[in-house]
């Protein structure tokens, strides 16, 4: 048996959701090594690796690429996790994961993003944001996604806000984040938030201005 909603190819307009594949190895470690600096500072890692900058390349070949992904397709068959690979133009630009999942009267997830400083600021992590929190919330079957982001990171909280997710409170160090354990502060949709959906709202805050 599939778990809900899940394969699942979701797309508005150049953006394209969808999940990810073994043969993503080669451009995923490729936009990956291009962006260290960009990502290395928002990683989630082991505690205690404290030269993640300095061992990035090392955590970046096609070898993990395909333990991540034999591990996310097992995980997601059993529907605790939704990785989905974000293509801007048919390229492969970033990722969206849903992990983990729990069912049960929580009946919630967490979610996850990166995106290839090349295409930020054009809408695409905020698009692909939005056409994943609607699946979670149609086809998926849950009732709450949370996203957890550091203080620091900006950028992440500009995305969150786009959409609006309400901040709900800040966790004391949280999750082990460029090899410490780091302050992350937390954000929340529910279902009744958005009963329009969210690519619906993006569309109109965009077409508003």
């Not at 043969?23 to 291009?34: H, P, T």
């Not at 949370?146 to 901040?167: C, D, M, T, W």
């Not at 529910?190 to 619906?200: C, K």
Request: glycine residues 8%; aromatic residues 10%; contains cysteine.
């Amino acid at each position: 048996m599939r778990a809900p909603g899940w394969p699942a190819v979701l797309s508005e307009g150049p953006v394209l959701v969808r999940p990810l594949r073994l043969r993503d190895a080669s451009a995923w470690v490729e936009v990956r090594l291009r962006n260290a600096d960009w990502l290395a500072p928002w990683e989630a890692t082991p505690p205690g690796l404290v030269m993640v900058r300095e061992t990035w390349a090392q955590r970046q070949t096609v070898g993990i690429y395909r333990q991540m992904w034999h591990r996310l397709r097992q995980q997601a068959r059993i529907g605790v996790a939704l990785p989905f690979a974000v293509a801007f133009h048919g390229r492969l630009v970033g990722q969206v994961t849903v992990s983990p999942i729990a069912r049960g009267a929580f009946n919630s997830a967490q979610v996850g993003y990166w995106v290839d400083r090349e295409f930020a600021g054009r809408a695409i992590t905020p698009t692909a944001l939005a056409l994943v929190v609607d699946h979670c919330f149609g086809p998926v079957g849950l009732h709450r996604v949370e996203a957890n982001v550091r203080p620091e990171n900006a950028a992440s909280q500009r995305v969150l806000a786009k959409l609006g997710f309400r901040e709900e409170g800040l966790h004391r160090r949280y999750l082990a984040i460029d090899g410490h354990y780091r302050d992350h502060l937390s954000f929340a949709l529910t279902t009744e938030d958005v009963p329009t959906g969210l690519v619906y709202r993006l569309r109109e805050n965009t077409r508003r201005g």
